[in-house]
Structure formats: structure tokens, C-alpha cells
């Protein structure tokens, strides 16, 4: 956290004149502030793709690249601290437009629902439907990579999307992107039967 003896706009010039120490200042002190403000900014559906924390990070670097370049004065607290909600909510709103454009349209997406998953999960199989179940879980996972085979046993353990986007590390929609395409097998599979 900045030392409260020391300006804010102090340090945004130490970070122009090469101080990393500086910038690392001034994003402690102003992060935890616009993280709520760039989720303000961002529909429910958007979240599941983009975090407050994402917006935050990109305007800060668009704020630090920007500064390096000499492109703003800075006389105040309180205009270092405009600028950054402007970036910020500019930021959001570029988010906003890049995942409801076209095909990345998130509106579109149907929320992920595991009720099948809970369905197979909950109750336990009698020796033939054990077979079964394997049997179709082979032929659910045939031909995809290794990582649905971990994020189907992650989830059938009861996991939290979120981590097990952390355990594969790879991102929160990678995961439900997953899901979604083995939901849609094993409704195919059902109605094939």
C-alpha cells in the first residue's frame, strides 16, 4: 500500500522516471477499489468470461503505458483517481462489446446446468450399470483429449468450476465449454438409444 506520506501523484512521476516500485504502489492502492466498479460494468452473463479483476488489470497496464509515454498530467489525487474509473469503465464496456459480438455472443450461451451429472453421480450402480457406465463414459470421452477425461472426474467429485480451472489450469469457460460439449454427447448418445 502507498505510504500514506506519499502523493499518489507523486508516484505515478517516480514510475515515469523508471521506479517499478512505484507502479507496484499505485496498483495495491487502486485495485481493490476498481475491482467492484469494473464488475458493476459487466453483465451476469459476461462474468462467467471476464472478472472484474481482468478490466482492472488491463486499464492499469493501458494506464501505466500510457503514463510511460508522457500522455497524461496528473496534478491531483483526485484526477489520478478519475482517470483510472475512466480507463476502467472504458475498459468494461470494451469487454462488454468484445464477448456479445457475433459468435462469442455470451447472451446467447445456456447456463451450464450438471443436474445429468448429479443424475449418474447419486446413485450407486448395480454391477450391470456399473459396466454400462463405463461403457458410456468410454464412448462419452472417445476421441477428446485427455483434459475432459480429468474434468469430468473433477466435477463428478463435486468440484467447483472454478477450481478446477485452477487444478488445469486453464480458464473458467475452458471448462465449461468442456461441459457443455459432453452434456450435448450424452444427450445425443441417449436419444440415439
Not at 512505484?22 to 462467467?48: D, G, N, V
Not at 474509473?85 to 455472443?105: E, M
Not at 451429472?117 to 448395480?126: I, K, N, Q, S, T
Request: aromatic share 6%; proline share 4%.
Amino acid at each position: 500500500m502507498a505510504d500514506k506520506n506519499t502523493p499518489l501523484t507523486g508516484l505515478v512521476r517516480r514510475y515515469r522516471d523508471g521506479d517499478s516500485r512505484a507502479a507496484e504502489q499505485i496498483f495495491e492502492h487502486f485495485s481493490r477499489r476498481l475491482c467492484p466498479l469494473a464488475e458493476r460494468h459487466l453483465s451476469q452473463k459476461l462474468a462467467a468470461r471476464v472478472e472484474g479483476e481482468d478490466v482492472v488489470q488491463s486499464a492499469l497496464r493501458t494506464f501505466f503505458a500510457r503514463s510511460a509515454k508522457g500522455e497524461f498530467q496528473i496534478d491531483s489525487r483526485a484526477q489520478l483517481w478519475q482517470l483510472l474509473v475512466k480507463i476502467t469503465v472504458l475498459k468494461a464496456r470494451q469487454k462488454a462489446r468484445h464477448h456479445t459480438a457475433g459468435k462469442r455472443d455470451a447472451r446467447k450461451e445456456q447456463p451450464v446446468s450438471d443436474d445429468w451429472l448429479v443424475e449418474y453421480a447419486d446413485r450407486e450402480p448395480g454391477p450391470e450399470e456399473a459396466a454400462a457406465l463405463v461403457d458410456q463414459i468410454e464412448a462419452l470421452l472417445q476421441g477428446l483429449p485427455p483434459l475432459y477425461e480429468h474434468i469430468l472426474q473433477q466435477r463428478l467429485q463435486g468440484c467447483p468450476v472454478a477450481e478446477i480451472a485452477n487444478k488445469c489450469d486453464v480458464s473458467r469457460q475452458t471448462i465449461y465449454r468442456a461441459l457443455n460439449l459432453l452434456q450435448k454427447r450424452l444427450t445425443n448418445t441417449e436419444s440415439a438409444s
